[in-house]
C-alpha cells in the first residue's frame, strides 16, 4: 500500500463518520422542528379561543367604561345642581340670618346691660365703703371705668 491509497482510505473514513455526524444532526434537527410544531399548533389551538374570550372580555370592559363615565358625567350634574342649590339658598337666608343674629345680639346686650347694671347697683349698696387714702379711690375709679366699658 502506497501512501497516496493511504490518503484515501483516511480521507474516505473521515468523510463517513462526518456524513453519518451529519445525519444524526439533521435527524435531531428533525425531530425538534417536530416538536416545535406540535408545540405551535397546540398554542394556536388552545389561543384561539382564549384570543375569543379575551376579545368579549375587552368589549365588555368597554361597556362598562361607557357605563362609569356616564355615572360621572350624571354625578357632575347632581354636584353642580347641589353646589348652584346651595348657593342660592346661601344668598336666600343668608340676610334674614344675619338680621336675626344682630336682633338676637342685640337683645341679649340690652338684657346684660339692664340686669347687670342693676345687680352692681345692688353690690354698690351692700359693700361697705373704704377710705384709705388715695390707693383706694384710684381702684373704686378704675373699677367704675371698666364697668362702664362693660355696660356699653
Known amino acids: 500500500m502506497s501512501a497516496g491509497d493511504l490518503a484515501a482510505v483516511v480521507v474516505s473514513v ?3 463518520v462526518a ?3 451529519l445525519a444524526v444532526l439533521v435527524q435531531s434537527l428533525l425531530r425538534t422542528l417536530g416538536e416545535a410544531r406540535a408545540t405551535l399548533e397546540r398554542v394556536r389551538i388552545e389561543a384561539m379561543p ?3 374570550e379575551m376579545r368579549d372580555t375587552v368589549e365588555r370592559a368597554g361597556i362598562e367604561v361607557d357605563r362609569v363615565d356616564d355615572l360621572l358625567e350624571t354625578a357632575e350634574s347632581i354636584s353642580a345642581t347641589v353646589e348652584s342649590a346651595s348657593r342660592l339658598g346661601y344668598l ?3 340676610a334674614p340670618v344675619i338680621r336675626v343674629v344682630a336682633f338676637g345680639r342685640g337683645v341679649g346686650r340690652g338684657t346684660r346691660a339692664l340686669t347687670g347694671r342693676s345687680a352692681r347697683i345692688d353690690e354698690r349698696r351692700s359693700l361697705p365703703r373704704r377710705r384709705a387714702g388715695r390707693g383706694a379711690n384710684r381702684r373704686s375709679r378704675s373699677r367704675r ?3 362702664s366699658k362693660r355696660a356699653a
Open 50 to 52: 382564549l384570543m375569543g
Open 92 to 94: 336666600a337666608f343668608r
Open 14 to 16: 473521515v468523510m463517513i
Open 19 to 21: 456524513i453519518v455526524a
Open 145 to 147: 371705668s371698666s364697668a
